[in-house]
């Protein structure tokens, strides 16, 4: 039987999502059910005096409203930071009480004050726009820059700083930077994101009095954690008296790991209210209120030798937050960003030195990439003005630096255990025609045009799981997955996953890999996830971890169940256990060549009444049925890597940027579906070219977010984009059986700095900051057209 | 959205008769649905105006072009009538926003609205358009009297909007990246005996740019406006592009335009 894994399956999600039958939490809707309108603060910063419901009481159809000072009462907890970041000098990191809705001051546009429930939506605006709250507006925070010497906007948070970190050898750095021949400095701001998912966010809450059991429809990554969250921090139920199914979730890209504000109030109002809960973010709410990403301000440099060896790193940032610090808020800028930022090089010394402050705009947490990007764009802006600097062709002084040995000791933190830089680097080069860029370069100048081309090679940290170490560096759990793997007896097989699809295709890659282990076809095999009362437990999905660690707990509990099959087959063919081979989903007891199918073996197993055949096929010491279970732990992240080089062609009159070719090659170790993991590779550039030349989310100076609809705020679109030329190449992953690595992130990743590079070598080594809009760039130019003219 | 009374009468008298202070019509619903959703209008009445026949469709004359008030951006974009009496008409529609907006969105609720960054009023004032409404004929000149505001009168009906064939003319557009409306447009239109060109996104409401307009209307070549600056003083200056900016762009694409007329 030809293997599953590395063909191009199509995906089974396809059909249904393109015709419409895709099922999401709004589609979802409960007798009798209630409508939930939240009133949310107009103002960045403000305390709130009073709030006067009485008239929306009294307003048409409202059922109920709810504010803080219930809650509070309840005794209902709050949002979480997950990850504990200690302070350079020891101390523990400051974080503020996040009340799901806020009692006595605002902290951002849009955060919920209170709730209105009405029998219709219309009666729930009607509502809540009768809610009457009495605010005294205080200054607000909004630059990251300046936070530190702005009011404190949290009690016992002094500076707004939750926390000064920092990873690396400060000593170390200063003796490398004193025998450097030169040093690189860059000064980048890692423009902040709105992650818009195409889905915005949802609930619905449905409590059964009879049972005191809630089930809350969400749009979550990690319903097993929002379980976990909401119960154990929120205290709206018991863990067992809380169902959360978080059924078609259209997109998340890390928005969708938090708890949210509405999820917790609804649960628990519904409990109070006794009605049904529905609530749909409106976009704009999305814009305001889902966790962006990003928003750095950072210092980096890095020490080198005339030859261009990189000899030390430094790295100083300050982080936003946001109001409060959510699920990944802390971890993203400290130990995703910190140990990635020295890129895929040696480098003897380094260190990342971050300040995570708080403002009064939107919480920041986890964005595709999540402080990886950073990281990236942070070092492979200044490899490639090294380069510029010292006179060294660009991919001649990565290659110069990577490291040639593996495992690999990166200077902070990892272990890289396989990967091969220079072949990537190589094949991005052939594949790009690098060497033809010259000759491009001039064609474009004598048509008035600007070209310029752009490298970057990364590698990332992800598959996040190994359990000890995410603890060690502050994780609230360890980060294993589960998965259980169901034989019925008529032979069809439901494998549940902790892991949740929002758009990887779950359902054709774990079907893929589970059908190649059980040797039966795919159709055969149902993938299940997104539902507490299914699946036992979960992490959920993030970090490119699905496969990587999902994926292998699939494996694990398949061979478990080929194991037990072996066991059986042995006793039904009358043979010892060790006379079975088990291949293409049959055990074949090697000397007679006599069979049993996998699926034979599974019908036994659940003890089928046979007249007459009084001996049971179960061996002694083993159970009846066919189900197996396997958590896994892998001993290390999975290190993804590639290079990806892209040419741009500007227009000086406008500064309109012209995406002319986007080469990328990834090593993600094995590859199960290469059509999945091209379209991850896709939108992952997609993502990141947004970010590079279009995504720029503005607030004024009071907090007021300023690109809260698509009329301002860019979202790439097809026509941004060339056909992007994708290649691969493959060092197997040691840290799991199936040598795979996450793929997921990998294009975000990469593609900023890449297409910044471009632009800013077409502007002749210009810093520009991102995103590289027509207006931005068009003044570089004309700076350029001077200066080349002073030079004339 | 607040409930209202929807009403879609079949004809021209019927919609001016359901006309109040506090109705509004209705074709494309492109601008009115966002704002009524967004809360930022609220009406008694809704009058949709898409069944009425007469207010839909092309007619094409040697002089001029018609378009009827309800006719969309999509239907404009593919006649091959105006294709042949102005393809600028036609490149212009085939480019506002995206495939959505131009197969809902109309000329009529597009004038009427008057965007400062919509691509139409700048056509029609090179083109010399006259906006034929249900009880007179109104000049473009006269027509888009500030930022969306026209000359309309309360419930008055746009019907359709005529068009002066030029001997050439052409339409330059710098896009939005985010909504696809006009940062700038240009419309440059040669006559028999002048040279318009109307400018759009640039300031709050469309206008004609006289000294362009003179020096072309003397020498229609793009080297004639070869390095003139165009005045920023009055132009907007907002997150999408500052008035030095536009006021760029305004000169670059009036070139571009004639070049390619
Ligand atoms: C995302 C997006 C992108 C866009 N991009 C562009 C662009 O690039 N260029 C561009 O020019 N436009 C653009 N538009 C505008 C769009 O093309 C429509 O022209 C505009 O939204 C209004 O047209 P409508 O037919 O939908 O009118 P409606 O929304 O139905 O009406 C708009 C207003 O005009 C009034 N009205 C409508 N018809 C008449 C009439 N016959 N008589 C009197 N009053 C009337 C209505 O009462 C209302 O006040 C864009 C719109 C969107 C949403």
Known sequence: ?792 | MKSFNYHAPKDVKDASKLASSNSAFLAGGMTTIPSLKLGLATYKDIIDIKNIKKLSGIKVSGKSVTIGATTKHAEVASSKEVQKAIPALVKLAGNIGDAQVRNRGTIGGSISNNDPSACYPSACMALNAVIHTNSRKIPAAKFFTGMFETALKKGELVEAVEFQVPEKADYQKHPNPASRYAIIGVFVAKHKKEVNVAVTGAKSCVYIDKDLSKKLSSSFSSSAIEGMKVDDSEMNSDMHASSEYRANLVSLYAKKAVEAC
């Open chain 1, 1 to 792: 039987m030809a293997s599953l894994v590395g063909s191009r399956v199509e995906r089974k999600e396809d059909g249904r999502f393109l015709q419409g039958k895709g099922r999401y939490t709004a589609d979802i809707n409960i007798a009798n059910q209630t409508y939930a309108v939240f009133v949310r603060s107009p103002h960045a910063r403000a305390k709130i005096k009073n709030i006067d419901t009485s008239k929306s009481l009294k307003s048409s159809g409202v059922v109920g409203v709810l504010t803080g000072k219930e809650i509070a009462e309840d005794k209902i907890g709050g949002l979480i930071a997950g990850w504990a970041i200690r302070s350079e000098d020891g101390s523990e990191m400051k974080v503020p009480a996040n009340p799901p809705l806020a009692k006595d001051v605002a902290n951002f546009v849009g955060e919920p004050i209170a709730v209105v429930f009405a029998e219709t939506l219309d009666e729930a605006k009607e509502g809540a726009e009768k809610v009457k709250v009495d605010y005294k507006v205080l200054k607000a925070v909004v630059d990251p820059a300046d936070a530190m010497k702005s009011e404190a906007i949290h009690d016992g948070v002094d500076k707004n700083l939750c926390y000064d970190w920092l990873l690396g050898d400060r000593k170390a750095v200063d003796e490398a930077f004193a025998k450097a021949d030169k040093i690189i400095k860059v000064d980048l701001i890692n423009n902040r994101l709105v992650p818009n998912a195409m889905e915005p966010r949802a609930c619905v809450v449905d409590y059964n009095s009879a049972s005191e059991e809630i089930t809350l429809y969400t749009t979550s990554q990690n319903p097993h954690l929002s379980r976990l969250v909401m119960s154990a921090f929120g205290g709206v139920a018991p863990e067992n008296k809380l169902r959360v199914v978080a059924p078609d979730v259209g997109g998340g890209f890390g928005s969708k790991i938090n708890v949210y504000n509405e999820e917790i109030v609804c649960s628990w109002a519904s409990k109070k209210i006794e009605r049904p809960i529905k609530w749909v973010a409106e976009r704009t709410e999305s814009f305001l209120t889902d966790t962006h990403g990003r928003d750095h301000v950072t210092h980096a440099e890095l020490a080198v030798t005339k030859e261009g060896k990189f000899l030390g790193f430094k790295n100083e940032t300050i982080a936003n937050l946001g109001a409060y610090a959510r699920v990944f808020g802390t971890v993203t800028p400290t130990y995703l960003f910190g140990p990635c930022a020295t890129g895929v090089y040696v480098i003897p010394a380094a260190y990342s030195n971050v300040k995570a402050v708080y403002t009064n705009t939107a919480p920041v947490d986890a964005y595709r990439g999540a402080g990886r990007p950073e990281a990236t764009y942070t070092i492979e802006r200044l490899v490639e003005k090294a380069a510029m600097e010292l006179g060294i062709d660009k991919t001649e002084i990565r290659m110069k630096n990577f490291p040639t040995e593996f495992p690999f000791k990166q200077t902070l933190v990892h272990t890289v255990d396989s990967g091969d830089y220079v072949a990537g680097l190589e094949k991005a080069k052939q594949m790009a025609d690098y060497s033809g860029f010259e000759a491009r370069r001039k064609k474009s100048e004598a048509n008035g045009k600007l070209r310029g081309i752009g490298v970057s090679s990364y590698f990332e940290a992800c598959g996040i799981a190994p359990s000890a170490a995410v603890m060690s560096l502050g994780c609230g759990v360890g980060l294993w997955e589960s998965a259980e793997v169901r034989f019925n007896p008529t032979g069809q097989i439901s494998v549940f996953t902790g892991a949740h699809s929002h758009g990887q295709s779950h359902q054709t890659t774990f079907a893929q890999i589970a059908a190649d282990e059980l040797g039966v076809p795919m159709e055969n095999i149902d993938v299940v996830h997104g539902d507490t009362d299914k699946g036992t437990f979960g992490m959920g999905t993030y970090g490119s971890r699905s496969l990587t660690v999902g994926g292998i707990a699939i494996v694990n509990a398949c061979k478990k169940i080929v194991a037990k099959g072996k066991r059986v087959a042995a006793k039904m063919l009358e043979v010892n256990e060790n006379e079975i081979e088990f291949k293409d989903g049959e055990f074949v007891a090697l000397k007679s060549n006599k069979k049993k199918t996998i699926g034979e073996v599974a019908f036994a197993c659940y003890l089928p009444g046979q007249r007459d055949e009084m001996k049971s096929p179960i061996p002694e010491g083993d159970e009846p049925g066919l189900i197996e279970s396997s958590f896994f732990d892998p001993a290390n992240f999975s290190f993804p890597a590639g290079s990806h080089i892209c040419e741009v062609e500007i227009d000086p009159d406008t500064g309109n940027v012209k995406i002319e070719k986007y080469t990328a090659v990834d090593d993600f170790g094995r590859i199960v579906n290469p059509n999945i993991v091209e379209g991850q590779v896709h939108g992952g550039i997609a993502q990141g070219i947004g970010q590079a030349l279009h995504e720029n989310t503005q607030y004024d100076e009071t907090g007021q977010l300023m690109t809260a609809s698509y009329m301002d705020y860019t979202m790439p679109r097809a026509d941004n984009f060339p056909e992007f030329n994708l290649g691969f190449t493959c060092t197997h992953a040691t840290s799991n059986p199936l040598g795979v690595k996450g793929c997921g992130e990998a294009g975000a990743i990469a593609s900023p700095p890449t297409v910044m590079n471009a632009v800013i070598d077409a502007l002749g080594g210009q810093e520009i900051s991102m995103p590289a809009t027509a207006e931005k760039v068009w003044k570089a130019c004309k700076v350029m057209k001077k200066s080349n003219a002073k030079a004339a």
